[in-house]
């Protein structure tokens, strides 16, 4: 099973801006896409944003216009960069490897620890 280390949380005001990396073991992202996800305190895990193994892209509502997903193949590491933060993206993120090659990202088995974002306002 592949490993996943997410970094890059960390404590930032409204408005300000912060960007995840999740570093993967093996070659993943690339062919199975991956997911960045994020629970709350008394919430469930929701995912924000995916990409597929050929780069297709999808984000929550949520986060629509502020957050981007993107990928590094030679770094086998996918990103979330995340903008115009509000207290209500405070939430332990995490992130996913694909479970495999699809059109549409599908959630996999291997989950990163999680690092913790925490806007202040």
């Known amino acids: 099973q592949v490993r996943l280390a997410e970094s890059g949380g960390g404590l930032v005001q409204a408005g300000g801006s912060l960007r995840l990396s999740c570093t993967a073991s093996?070659?993943?992202?690339?062919?199975?896409?991956g997911g960045w996800y994020r629970q709350a305190p008394g919430k469930p895990r929701e995912l924000v944003a995916s990409i597929t193994g050929d780069g297709r892209t999808d984000l929550a509502d949520s986060v629509e216009g502020r957050f981007t997903i993107s990928r590094d193949n030679p770094r086998n590491t996918v990103y979330l960069e995340m903008n115009r933060l509000t207290p209500e993206d405070t939430a332990v993120y995490y992130c996913?490897?694909?479970?495999?090659?699809?059109?549409?990202?599908?959630?996999?088995?291997?989950w990163g620890q999680g690092t913790q974002v925490t806007v202040s306002s």
């Open positions: 996913n490897a694909g479970r495999a090659y699809s059109r549409i990202y599908i959630s996999g088995d291997s």
């Open positions: 093996g070659n993943i992202f690339n062919i199975n896409g």
